[in-house]
């Protein structure tokens, strides 16, 4: 639905008289925005932000509310627009976990920005405000499967200007009448300013700060805080509006608004029939007095709306703030009560008590966090990723979290193998208190799993593909055609692994005992009951979809059977834990089922009969991990290398994260972990505010007929690039009794990276990767062992292990270009200049325009001899290798075998196409490139 919330009249009503404040001291026109940005964003101005302002200018604009620790904008922990794209629809996000809700560049209100979502919903986006596990019967164009329910926006708070020539400043307003404009978004304190000066029709200046946050201490609360300082004086109007324009898939029930400043709107959502309501509490300031006029209309549309008009003076600053509260009948019995309890009891808190209460909560979660040093755009992007997840989750939940969280309505908001997979571990391992709500709603959800096993003719839990509520197949479940709702079965083993797991990282036998074992359970007797016995005594599993969506109705997917064999071997050991009985036909199935490998090229099969197509993601190289499947390092490497060339370049964003932590595994020579790291993160971010985009391209997916605009904020993609840095770097893998730690460092990165506030069974300790050594230190709780490649080690407090960091780098080779410093003129997304230099064939480096140079730099002057680029499958129509001793004067190699340079090049020319265009051609590229280190005695 998309409703316009009903106007507020004018009051003709005269403002009453109050005694008049001191006039400001006068300054510079230009400067008035700037130093009230100062003054009220001090603690998000970066070191390049402009000088504070003079005392009296910081006292007069910081009344009212001190501003926040300045822990929160310390140095690489905000993003920051400075100008508003109206083409880029990334706009931020706040979210606890309960509520989120995303922020238009105006800083207030509702704004649908163009375009539509993608896949399944496939209707036009907008800045959609959402609470976890509300959903609801979805639109026709999905035959009414549930969707997530979109709240009426709440974080309106409207400005107008008295006079004859009144105008409002809205989300609407247009972004040539704002300037001096600063979006900041404090990572580690979970809060979003915006600071601006507004220039109206007839010419009046207004400078506006809003502050936008969800309560991480109160998961029902919102609030929003508006200080405004006028360049004009008359009478000023702010209007709080509760807009039905956001809320989708629910119908209004009831709306009201009290003396107190207090208003509401009530709603159910279609077809689940959940009540809920939204109640917000307007509260003026220290500068304004209750005399001001309020102004209340009619509850209609799921819009409700009030105002306050006051006097106001030139070079004077106001404030306001609304505080919100939402609550349903998914966790209160009278959800419309404490609503309005939740937002009354902010609003008696004030803005000051609540912010301080929000950040030390925010503080707290970030004690584990990922510290890459040396590299400031890396960790911006790393901490964007952690926030993302952090604002999605919280602990207690009773939902899991879908491929987007709280920040929009792609994938219908519903819960995918997405949470198991790719954003669980990465949670697990710092965060479990956050992860335990994802294995949680597998066990809210078993009577549906159940329903659906037995509707199909299986036992035990059959989880639905897509899911909601309940997890009812046919009523959630979105993927029809083709029919991935009964065919993409290895998410079964996804969640009996991410079961298993919990307990790992936990050791709460009385979790596995109520809550794991019945999951683990019921999957198994799935997978007894899936598997067809063949006449050889070994067992297949057919008519299954892998994750590579191109690949449907196959047998014996080898991710699916080795998921199911893990599953069924999980459970046998958690019923010996428990002292539960455990079938041994379990055992039987897990030791039979066929896994496809092919012999001749030494690689596994995706399924039975695979021959090499395109797959779409991640699939068979989940093997290595997060399976752990057993096999040598060549079939490791073979298998990495082969389903890396064979994955489509436009497949979701999380597949190359997978490369990155197998590569990191295997070990073998080169760099190549580092290449995938950075093909896991680079293509896909967008935006100032670092939001991940599920594609490099339009399309997820170039061969998905399905597939729509990409999903953003990509939440999944986000938990895969997260896990390269606690798994993949580290080597982490979890066992009963034990952490098991490898090490290693791509050379890119040897500045060192470091994982504080790490957690396994009630401990908490933290991974200082160094260039050549790792430190593990135990920051609490009792003495833990490591198993490493050097020994099994014992860490405790005050005890640090100190182990060997690998460095694959550094392995001997003769060809003096690898692993070295590459930059080029151009790049497909992708598809970097570090490809063409870390020692694998199976990356590359393609330019994406027809002439480019690649340059690499040997790091000093070297004898070399042979210069040989390893080309892609498209070859240029001519390239020459030029060399230099200062990267400047550039020549032909023109040697007899010994050339001493420091610097080589490569400039290549691509063919033209028939129609003798050249950027219509697929470009040429360089999967490796070779120079030759002659050995002193060469001639």
Request: include cysteine.
């Amino acid at each position: 639905m998309d409703h316009s919330p009903h106007p507020v009249k004018a009051s003709s009503q005269a403002p009453v008289r109050r005694r008049r404040p001191r006039a400001a001291a006068r300054r510079p026109r230009n400067l008035v925005a700037p130093l009230l940005a100062g003054a009220l964003v001090a603690v998000l101005a970066p070191a390049s932000a402009p000088a504070t302002p003079s005392a009296s200018a910081s006292a007069s604009a910081s009344a009212g509310a001190p501003a926040p620790s300045g822990a929160c904008t310390d140095t690489g922990w905000t993003a920051t627009a400075t100008r508003i794209d109206p083409q880029d629809t990334h706009h931020a996000f706040v979210g606890n976990g309960y509520l989120g809700q995303r922020v238009p560049p105006n800083g207030t209100g509702y704004a649908a920005p163009g375009g539509a979502t993608g896949w399944p919903l496939k209707t036009p986006a907008y800045d959609g405000s959402f609470v976890s596990g509300l959903y609801a019967k979805g639109p026709k164009s999905v035959a009414g499967r549930q969707a997530i329910a979109a709240l009426p926006t709440w974080t309106t708070l409207d400005v107008t200007t008295g006079g004859p020539h009144h105008e409002t400043f809205s989300a609407a307003t247009a972004p040539g009448r704002i300037s001096h404009y600063r979006q900041t978004l404090s990572l580690r304190c979970g809060f979003l300013r915006t600071s601006l000066t507004w220039t109206a029709a007839d010419g009046r200046t207004t400078d506006l700060v809003y502050d936008v946050l969800t309560d991480r201490n109160d998961p029902h609360t919102g609030a929003v805080r508006l200080k405004m300082t006028p360049h004009w004086t008359g009478s000023a109007t702010v209007t709080d509006i509760l807009d039905g324009r956001g809320a989708r898939r629910m119908t209004q029930t009831r709306g009201a608004t009290t003396a107190d400043g207090t208003m509401d709107v009530a709603f159910r959502t279609d077809g689940t029939k959940t009540d809920g309501a939204v109640a917000s509490t307007l509260r003026p300031g220290p500068g304004i007095h209750a005399a001001g006029t309020r102004q209340t209309s009619p509850p209609a549309r799921l819009s409700n709306r009030q105002g306050l008009t006051f006097p106001v003076r030139s070079g004077h600053p106001y404030e306001l703030t609304k505080y919100v509260g939402v609550d349903t009948t998914l966790t209160a019995r009278s959800p419309r009560a404490a609503a309005r309890v939740a937002s009354r009891h902010a609003a008696d808190r004030g803005w000051d008590a609540l912010f301080a209460r929000h950040t030390t909560a925010w503080r707290r979660l970030w004690r584990t966090d990922i510290e890459v040093k040396g590299h400031r755009q890396l960790q911006s992007w790393v901490r964007a990723a952690q926030y993302g997840l952090l604002s999605s989750t919280r602990a207690g939940n009773r939902n899991s979290i879908g491929p987007t969280g709280l920040t929009s309505d792609n994938y219908a908001g519903e819960i995918f193998w997405d949470a198991e997979t790719w954003m669980y571990p990465g949670l697990l391992a710092g965060h479990p208190q956050l992860a335990r709500s994802i294995v949680d709603y597998r066990y809210r959800t078993m009577a549906g799993a159940r329903a659906n096993a037995r509707k199909l003719g299986y036992d035990g839990l059959f989880y639905s593909w897509t899911s909601g509520s309940k997890g009812d197949l046919w009523n959630e479940c979105h993927s029809w055609d083709p029919p991935h709702c009964k065919t993409q079965n290895h998410l079964m083993g996804d969640i009996s692994l991410a079961a298993w797991q919990y307990y790992l990282a936990t050791k709460d036998t009385a979790w596995l005992r109520s809550r794991g074992w019945p999951v683990l359970k019921g999957i198994a007797a799935f997978w007894a009951s899936r598997a067809t016995h063949n006449a050889d005594g070994s067992y297949s599993i057919k008519n299954v979809a892998g994750p590579d969506e191109y690949s449907n109705g196959v047998t014996d997917g080898v991710f699916t059977n080795a998921g199911a064999a893990t599953a069924l071997r999980h459970a046998t050991r958690a019923a010996a834990l428990l002292g539960e009985h455990a079938p041994a036909r379990w055992k039987t199935i897990a030791d039979r089922l066929r896994i496809p490998y092919d012999a001749r090229n030494k690689v596994f099969q995706q399924y039975a009969g695979y021959r090499g197509t395109t797959i779409k993601q991640a699939d068979t190289v989940l093997l290595m991990y997060p399976l752990h499947w057993p096999m040598s390092q060549q079939q490791a490497a073979g298998t990495l290398d082969y389903y890396a060339a064979h994955t489509d370049p436009d497949g979701p964003a999380m597949t190359d994260s997978v490369h990155a932590i197998d590569a990191a595994g295997i070990g073998e020579a080169g760099c190549s972990t580092y290449t995938y790291l950075l093909r896991a993160i680079k293509p896909f971010v967008r935006g100032p505010f670092a939001q991940f985009s599920e594609a490099r391209g339009n399309k997820a997916g170039a061969d998905d007929p399905h597939a729509g605009r990409p999903a953003q904020d990509f939440l999944t993609g986000k938990g895969g690039f997260l896990q390269t840095f606690t798994h993949g770097l580290t080597g982490l893998r979890m066992a009963e009794d034990q952490v098991h730690l490898d090490p290693m460092l791509p050379p890119q990165l040897s500045d060192g990276v470091t994982l504080h506030g790490l957690r396994w069974q009630g401990r908490t300790y933290e991974i200082a990767i160094g260039a050549h050594h790792t430190t593990v230190r135990l920051t609490s709780g009792a003495p833990m062992r490591i198993a490493t490649p050097e020994g099994e080690k014992v860490v405790s407090r005050g005890l640090p292990a100190v182990l060997k960091t690998r460095r694959p780098d550094l392995a001997a080779t003769s060809n003096a270009a690898r692993c070295a410093p590459a930059r080029a003129t151009s790049e497909e997304p992708g598809l970097y200049a570090a490809a063409a230099v870390d020692g694998n064939g199976a990356t590359a480096w393609t330019p994406s325009t027809p002439t480019a140079t690649l340059t690499v730099d040997l790091g000093r002057t070297t004898t070399i001899g042979q210069i040989t680029p390893h080309w892609t499958a498209t070859r240029p129509k001519s390239y020459v290798a030029q060399v230099s001793r200062d990267g400047r004067h550039w020549t032909g190699t023109g040697y007899g075998g010994r050339t001493p340079a420091r610097y080589v090049r490569i400039v290549l020319h691509a063919a033209k196409s028939g129609s003798g265009n050249a950027d219509a051609s697929p470009h040429p590229g360089i999967a490796e490139l070779t120079v030759h280190r002659a050995p002193a005695g060469d001639p």
